[in-house]
């Protein structure tokens, strides 16, 4: 039972560079989250798709956007980057409710560590 | 807004000793979920156990229990017989039913002497 998958596992850019983190779920799983978690403090949720569209947002601003595709996996786009958005992203997967599942267990993947120079 | 706060930034144990970390949330909802998080220096997020809010009885996974009081807004994790390897950081989380966001709180690191 494949898990939650993230690539790349490491990314470096410069300052006002974009940069594109994926996330395929876990196997069965239609949602997913992201997060961001800077150092030393605990993941803070950016948004969630579901169906091919964003549910809820957290408090970041348009530069962060993201999309699903018809498979479930996802992507987190970051634009015009900025040095405060070095960090730890982590996706997490669920089953909707809707599909049956206990949607409100997420399960992470191993994150994607973006350096910003 | 909801908030999650954990108070011990660390705690250490011995081997197979027991040990409690805190966690308190501030919600005025009636209805949600509470979570134990680890995350080791592999910094993967595991889930450890869950909570429903409207269930009175107190959830265990194996060596790990909670004490879940709704009234005083308290959910806090004992592990029990603690070995090498649940030394971690470990997050407490928040999610309203209705909702999808998971709600953090700062975490707390642990370690395990041998």
């Known amino acids: 039972d494949a898990g939650v998958t993230q690539s790349p596992t490491h990314l470096i850019k410069t300052r006002g560079q974009q940069v594109t983190l994926r996330c395929s779920p876990k196997?069965?799983?239609?949602?997913v989250s992201w997060y961001q978690q800077a150092l030393g403090q605990g993941p803070q949720f950016i948004f969630q798709?579901?169906?091919?569209?964003?549910?809820q947002r957290g408090n970041f601003p348009d530069r962060f956007s993201g999309h699903q595709f018809p498979n479930y996996s996802s992507e987190l786009n970051v634009n015009a980057l900025l040095l405060g958005d070095s960090a730890l992203y982590l996706c997490?997967?669920?089953?909707?409710?809707?599909?049956?599942?206990?949607?409100?267990?997420?399960?992470f993947g191993p994150g994607t560590r973006l350096l910003v120079l | 807004a909801q908030t999650v706060t954990q108070s011990q930034p660390e705690m250490s144990v011995q081997e197979a000793e027991t040990v409690t970390l805190s966690c308190t949330y501030d919600?005025?909802?009636?209805?949600?979920?509470l979570f134990w998080y680890k995350q080791p220096p592999s910094r993967q997020m595991i889930l450890v156990i869950r909570?429903?809010?409207?269930?009175?009885q107190n959830a265990t996974e194996n060596r790990f229990s909670v004490n879940f009081q709704k009234a005083a807004k308290s959910f806090s994790l004992k592990i029990s017989d603690s070995q090498l390897g649940d030394a971690a950081m470990y997050f407490c989380?928040?999610?309203?039913?209705?909702?999808?966001?998971?709600?953090f709180g700062e975490g707390t690191q642990l370690t395990v002497n041998p």
């Open positions: 909570q429903e809010a409207y269930k009175q």
């Open positions: 989380a928040y999610r309203l039913r209705s909702g999808s966001r998971l709600t």
């Open positions: 919600t005025s909802e009636s209805d949600y979920y």
């Open positions: 798709y579901y169906e091919e569209e964003e549910r």
């Open positions: 196997s069965g799983h239609d949602t």
């Open positions: 997490a997967s669920s089953l909707s409710y809707q599909r049956g599942g206990p949607g409100e267990t997420q399960y």
